[in-house]
């Protein structure tokens, strides 16, 4: 494919040595030629060099000249954002009720054009409401957010945002564009909070913490700025505690030499997250037909690669055209006129409307999803695997396209009710956790907590005594332990399925 002078970061080299321990050595070189070093990352020692603009090849062969000990120098892939600025034909006033995405009763979704205001179709959501029946997720959890920063003083945000931060500009963290503030009340903007500045949506994970990872003030970080940040929170212990990690962008992967070597160190980056069980979640593009199997990072499998659908569960569009497509993508999510926060006392940070398009939209909406899991899965004693996430996200996916993986949807689109309930089916082992509570109608209750308790005592003796078979039918009536027909229900509640449950709970869990 060839590469547009938007692929690359104007004024920007990189320098990766030939081995880290070079890395020193490289950047006191770098600076004794007089350039400026804007950063370097803390483990491979890449270097991104400020040169003149439009004279970054000049430069580049310059340096190849000097003898360093490099792997490679070139220009720094640039990236692209995945949202379209959304502009709605309705007062500018946000709430749960426009947010089809998460609840989808048919209500219309609106575009002046692009594309054109539309009815959806029921259920063509991502079942949240459900699922925040059986977690409202856990500050436990961390989202690093790569993108343009978050609106730190966001009333969305308010009691969620880690201390700890990363700036690849040097700066605080705070969001100056709107992109990365948009994508963060995706993943986790705050619930229940009434109107306010800024809007009133909610998040998909209303409780997990947030870490602003701020790359760029123009949507799409950079390959070196992406780098800097994975590096980063590899290796500083105050990022420990990052189990997911949202990219609503891409860059390119330059296939050809010498460029394609500073591909290498952001690839183990990501291999080397997933070996610490990091979910990294990342969009399909929004360039059309194949785009997925192109750009980095969506192409590797290394991240879970996420498409756009709209409110009929088709195709998501923008207004520059089809969302992007693939054999990379893994899942779909809702791409189009979904609510995302605006930041607010910030007054360049406001170029985005309530509701946008794109994939920036749908890749968080998987990310909260995850945090979703990830704090079910703790209060569960689950340990999560990588692989144990994908397989519950893919397995419990809605197949809305040709059946199996597609290039458009992957395998289906994102159904967070459906993951949480997967969990539990394929993971949990312990038929007497069943209810938080035993009283009807507060949170929590008939919802598996991690414990064998008197709530749950409590609650069989309510469903037994309602004669609830599908609670309260355990056993065959007759079969004794080791004989046929014991564990098995059988359509009737007695004094045998009363029996049979009082063994399993004092038993306990496993």
Not at 72 to 87: E, H, I, K, L, S
Not at 451 to 479: E, K, P
Request: one cysteine or more; charged letters at 15%; aromatic letters at 8%.
């Amino acid at each position: 494919m060839a590469r547009a002078d938007q692929d690359w970061a104007p004024g920007r080299v990189l320098v990766l040595p030939q081995v880290p321990e070079h890395g020193a050595t490289v950047r006191l070189a770098a600076e004794a030629l007089g350039y400026r070093v804007v950063f370097q990352t803390p483990i491979s020692g890449l270097v991104c060099l400020e040169v003149p603009p439009g004279r970054e090849q000049e430069h580049c062969a310059l340096l190849r000249g000097r003898g360093l000990p490099v792997r490679t120098v070139c220009r720094d892939p640039a990236g692209r954002g995945g949202m379209q600025p959304f502009y709605p034909t309705i007062p500018n006033d946000p709430e749960f009720s426009t947010q089809w995405n998460l609840r989808n009763i048919g209500q219309v979704a609106f575009d002046e054009g692009c594309p054109a205001p539309q009815n959806g179709y029921t259920d063509s959501d991502i079942d949240i409401e459900e699922a925040w029946e059986i977690t409202q997720g856990s500050p436990d959890i961390e989202v690093a957010v790569f993108d343009t920063g978050i609106d730190l003083t966001h009333p969305q945000f308010v009691g969620r945002l880690s201390p700890h931060v990363i700036d690849a500009t040097g700066g605080t963290g705070q969001d100056t564009n709107g992109h990365g503030t948009g994508v963060a009340s995706i993943i986790g903007a705050n619930v229940n909070d009434g109107p306010g500045p800024g809007g009133e949506g909610a998040g998909v994970d209303p409780n997990c913490t947030l870490v602003a990872v701020r790359l760029n003030q123009v949507s799409g970080g950079t390959l070196s700025q992406t780098l800097f940040g994975l590096e980063t929170i590899i290796a500083n212990p105050n990022f420990a505690g990052v189990r997911v990690i949202n990219m609503s962008y891409m860059f390119v992967c330059p296939e050809e030499d010498p460029s394609a070597e500073v591909l290498v160190p952001v690839r183990e980056a990501l291999g080397l997250l997933k070996s610490f069980n990091v979910i990294v979640v990342v969009i399909a593009t929004n360039l059309g037909d194949g785009a997925a199997d192109v750009f980095c990072p969506s192409k590797w499998p290394e991240v879970i690669t996420v498409s756009a659908t709209d409110n009929k569960d088709l195709r998501g569009y923008t207004c520059i055209g089809p969302t992007g497509t693939g054999n990379a993508v893994d899942l779909a999510a809702p791409g189009v006129a979904v609510w995302a926060a605006r930041c607010v006392n910030v007054p360049p940070c406001e170029p985005y409307s309530p509701h946008s398009s794109g994939t920036s939209l749908a890749a968080p909406q998987v990310a909260g999803a995850v945090s979703l899991l990830m704090a079910r899965a703790d209060t569960l004693g689950i340990t999560l695997t990588w692989d144990m996430v994908y397989s519950i996200l893919t397995k419990s996916a809605i197949d809305i396209g040709a059946t199996g993986h597609d290039p458009v949807f992957g395998w289906g689109r994102l159904n967070v009710a459906a993951a949480l309930r997967r969990l539990e089916n394929d993971y949990y082992d312990c038929d007497a956790d069943l209810t938080l509570g035993d009283m009807w109608g507060v949170w929590g209750y008939g919802v598996a907590d991690g414990l064998v308790d008197q709530s749950d005592m409590n609650y069989y003796i309510q469903q037994y005594n309602a004669s609830n078979l599908d609670i309260a039918d355990l056993t065959t009536t007759g079969a004794g332990s080791g004989q046929p027909g014991y564990g098995v229900p059988d359509g009737v509640v007695n004094s045998d399925d009363f029996l049979y449950y009082s063994s399993l709970w004092v038993a306990g869990c496993p």
